[in-house]
C-alpha cells in the first residue's frame, strides 16, 4: 500500500515533470514564430517613427535657413503676380522661378487660410495660425521674388504699366502713399472678391463682414462689448435683450459657419463664465431664399436646419435685410411687411461682388468684358480681349463657383504651364518665347476637379457633400466633423499652421476659449 502510493507519487511527480518539459519545449517552439513578427512590427513603427521625426526636422531646418537666391535677370521676362489668396499664393509655390522674374503685389502680406476664417471670430484658433507671410515662400524660390504691400488701383494694358499704392492700413502708417508705377511683361490677376453689400443702405457703417482677418478680430471684439455691456449695472431688460441679439445676415456657408461657431463659444464658454447673461442670448440667421445653403444636397439642408433648431438658433428664411441701422436693422418678412428688430451684433455675409481694380481692367477691353461681377477668361485663363494678361481665382469668371478649390486649382495649372512652356521655349533655343500665345497651341484647356463641399455646422458636427464616381455622397454628423478637422489640417498651407491649428484645437479642450477683450 505504502510502495504503490510512493510509486504513484514518484509517477504524478514524473509526469508533473514531463508536462513542465513539454510546456517550456513548446514554448520554446513557439517563441521563434512570435517574436520575428513582433520585431518586425516594432521595426516598422521605430523606422517610421524615426524617417517621420528626421523629415519633419530637416522641414523645420530648411524652413529656418533658405539657401541662396538667384537675382533677377534682365534676360529673362517680368511676370507680376496681383494678390496673396489662394489663387496666386498657389501659383507662386508652383512656379519656376528660373524662368521669369517675379514681382508679387498685395496690400496683404500673408496668405489667409479662409475656410478656418470662422474658427477665430470666437477665439477656437487664434488668428496667427491661419496666416503664413507670403515671404516665408518667396525666399525658397531659387531666384529672388521682389513683394510690395500695396494694392494696385489701375492698369494701362498698352503700356504694360500698374498703378500701385501703399494704403494707410495700421496705425503706423499715417495716410496713402503717393502712387507708383511698375511694368509688366506678364500679368496674373488674383485679386479675390469684396464684400457685396446690394447698396442696402447702413451696411457698410454697422455692420461686421466675415471676409479678412481684420474682419474676424473686429467681430470677436464687438461680440465681446456687447456680452461686457449687457453685464453693466443699471441695464433695461429691453437693452440687455438688444445687446445679447446676435444676428447672421446669409445663409451661404459663411454665415452657418458663423453661427455654428458663435452657437459654441455660448454653449461651452460664455455659459459658464456669464451664467444668467448666456440664458438669454438669441441667435438669429436670416435668409432671403425659401432656404439655407443653396449649393448643398437637399438632405445636407434639412440636416443643418434641424441641427440649428437643436441648438436654438433662429433660422427665418425668405425674409429680406432690406436697411441695418446703428441699434437695429429692417427687414421685409415672406408676406411683404417690414419689421424693425433690434440688434447687438450683426454679421454681414451675403456673398462676394468684383473689387474696383477688376472694374478698371474691365474698363480697358470694355467691347468684351461685359460681366460686372469679374473679368471673362478664356479656357486658358486669359483675360478676354487682353493680351499677356490672365485672371484666377474669384475675380476670373471662368464658370466655376468663387471656391477656394477653383482657386488653388486654377494657381496651379497656371504655374505648370507656364514653368513647361519657358522650358520647352529653352530647350528650342527661343529665348523670346510668347508663352500667352503658346499656351492654347501647347496646352489642354484648364478644367476643375471638384473635391467635394465641407461645412461646420456647430455642436462638433460638420457636413459633407462629396464627388464619388459619377455621384455625390452626403454625410453629416459627429464623424463628418473629425474628417473636417483632417481634410482641413492636411490642406492648410504649412507645417507650421497645421501644427498651430492642431495646438490650438487641444489648447480649446484644455482651456476652454479665452473671453478678454482686446
Ligand atoms: P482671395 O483668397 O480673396 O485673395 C485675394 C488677394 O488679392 C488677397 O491677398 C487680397 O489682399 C489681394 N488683393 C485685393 N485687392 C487687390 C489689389 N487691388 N491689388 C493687389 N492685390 C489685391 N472656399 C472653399 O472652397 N472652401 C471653404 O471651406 C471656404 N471657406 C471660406 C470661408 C470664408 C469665411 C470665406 C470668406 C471664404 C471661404 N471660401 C471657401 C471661399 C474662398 O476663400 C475663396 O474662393 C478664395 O479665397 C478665392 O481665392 P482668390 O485667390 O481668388 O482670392
Ligand atoms: P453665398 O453667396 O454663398 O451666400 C450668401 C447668401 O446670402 C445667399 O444665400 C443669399 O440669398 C443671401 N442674401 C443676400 N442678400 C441678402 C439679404 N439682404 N438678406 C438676407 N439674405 C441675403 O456667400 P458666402 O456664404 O459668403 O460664400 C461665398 C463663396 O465662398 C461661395 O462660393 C461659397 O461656396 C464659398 N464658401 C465655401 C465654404 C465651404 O465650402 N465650407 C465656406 C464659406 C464660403
Known amino acids: 500500500m505504502f510502495s504503490a502510493a510512493r510509486a504513484s507519487t514518484r509517477l504524478s511527480r514524473v509526469a508533473a515533470s514531463y508536462a513542465q518539459r513539454m510546456a517550456m519545449s513548446t514554448l520554446k517552439e513557439e517563441a521563434p514564430k512570435r517574436t520575428p513578427r513582433l520585431r518586425k512590427l516594432k521595426r516598422v513603427i521605430y523606422g517610421t517613427a524615426l524617417v517621420g521625426a528626421t523629415y519633419t526636422g530637416w522641414s523645420m531646418y530648411r524652413n529656418r535657413n533658405p539657401a541662396e537666391q538667384m537675382a533677377f535677370d534682365p534676360s529673362k521676362k517680368t511676370l507680376v503676380l496681383l494678390g496673396t489668396g489662394w489663387g496666386s499664393t498657389t501659383m507662386l509655390k508652383n512656379l519656376d522661378t528660373d524662368n521669369y522674374n517675379v514681382v508679387v503685389v498685395s496690400p496683404r502680406n500673408y496668405f489667409l487660410f479662409t475656410p ?12 496667427r495660425s491661419i496666416m503664413e507671410p507670403v515671404r516665408l515662400l518667396m525666399r525658397h524660390k531659387s531666384r529672388e521674388v521682389k513683394f510690395y ?12 504699366e500698374l498703378t500701385l499704392v501703399r494704403r494707410a492700413n495700421s496705425e503706423d502708417s499715417k495716410g496713402d502713399q503717393e502712387p507708383v508705377k511698375i511694368n509688366y511683361d506678364y500679368l496674373v490677376v488674383g485679386v479675390g472678391g469684396t464684400v457685396n453689400t446690394f447698396g442696402t443702405p447702413g451696411v457698410e457703417e454697422n455692420a461686421c463682414f466675415l471676409k479678412e482677418m481684420g474682419d474676424a478680430r473686429k467681430i470677436r471684439r464687438r461680440l465681446m462689448d456687447s456680452i461686457e455691456s449687457a453685464a453693466f449695472a443699471d441695464v ?3 437693452e440687455r435683450d438688444r445687446l445679447l441679439h446676435m444676428v447672421v445676415v446669409g445663409g451661404g456657408p459663411t454665415g452657418i459657419e458663423y453661427a455654428g461657431e458663435l452657437h459654441d463659444f455660448l454653449q461651452d464658454d460664455l455659459s459658464q463664465w456669464y451664467p444668467e447673461l448666456a440664458k438669454k442670448i438669441q441667435i438669429t440667421l436670416i435668409e432671403a431664399l425659401p432656404n439655407v445653403l443653396p449649393a448643398f444636397d437637399k438632405k445636407l439642408i434639412d440636416y443643418t436646419q434641424s441641427t440649428f433648431k437643436e441648438n436654438q438658433i433662429t433660422i427665418l428664411t425668405r425674409t429680406m435685410v432690406k436697411e441695418v441701422k446703428e441699434k437695429s436693422f429692417i427687414v421685409q418678412n415672406p408676406d411683404g411687411t417690414r419689421s424693425d428688430i433690434p440688434y447687438g451684433l450683426l454679421v454681414w455675409a451675403t456673398g462676394i461682388k468684383a473689387q474696383p481694380v477688376v ?6 477691353f470694355a467691347q468684351v468684358q461685359t460681366n460686372g461681377r469679374g473679368l471673362l477668361v478664356d479656357e486658358y485663363l486669359r483675360v478676354k480681349g487682353a493680351r499677356d494678361i490672365w485672371a484666377v481665382g474669384d475675380c476670373a469668371l471662368s464658370g466655376y463657383a468663387p471656391l477656394a478649390q477653383v482657386a488653388s486649382q486654377q494657381g496651379k495649372w497656371l504655374a ?3 514653368n513647361s512652356l519657358a522650358t520647352q521655349a529653352v530647350r528650342e533655343g527661343k529665348t523670346d518665347a510668347d508663352v500667352f500665345s ?5 496646352s489642354r484647356p484648364f478644367k476643375y476637379s471638384s473635391q467635394g463641399s465641407l461645412a461646420y455646422i456647430g455642436s462638433e458636427k460638420a457636413i459633407a457633400d462629396l464627388p464619388f464616381f459619377n455621384r455625390n455622397i452626403t454625410a453629416g454628423g459627429v464623424a463628418t466633423f473629425w474628417f473636417w478637422k483632417s481634410a482641413y489640417v492636411n490642406e492648410l498651407f504649412s507645417l507650421r499652421n497645421s501644427t498651430l491649428v492642431v495646438s490650438d484645437w487641444v489648447k480649446r479642450f484644455f482651456f476652454g476659449r479665452d473671453i478678454s477683450r482686446e
Do not use: M, Y
Request: aromatic share 0%; proline share 2%.
Open 236 to 238: 433695461s431688460d429691453a
Open 416 to 418: 505648370r504651364r507656364l
Open 438 to 442: 503658346l499656351i492654347e497651341e501647347k
Open 359 to 364: 472694374d478698371r481692367i474691365r474698363a480697358q
Open 116 to 127: 478656418l476664417l470662422p474658427s477665430c471670430t470666437v477665439g477656437t484658433i487664434e488668428n
Open 149 to 160: 504691400e500695396a494694392e494696385c488701383t489701375d492698369i494701362d494694358a498698352e503700356r504694360k
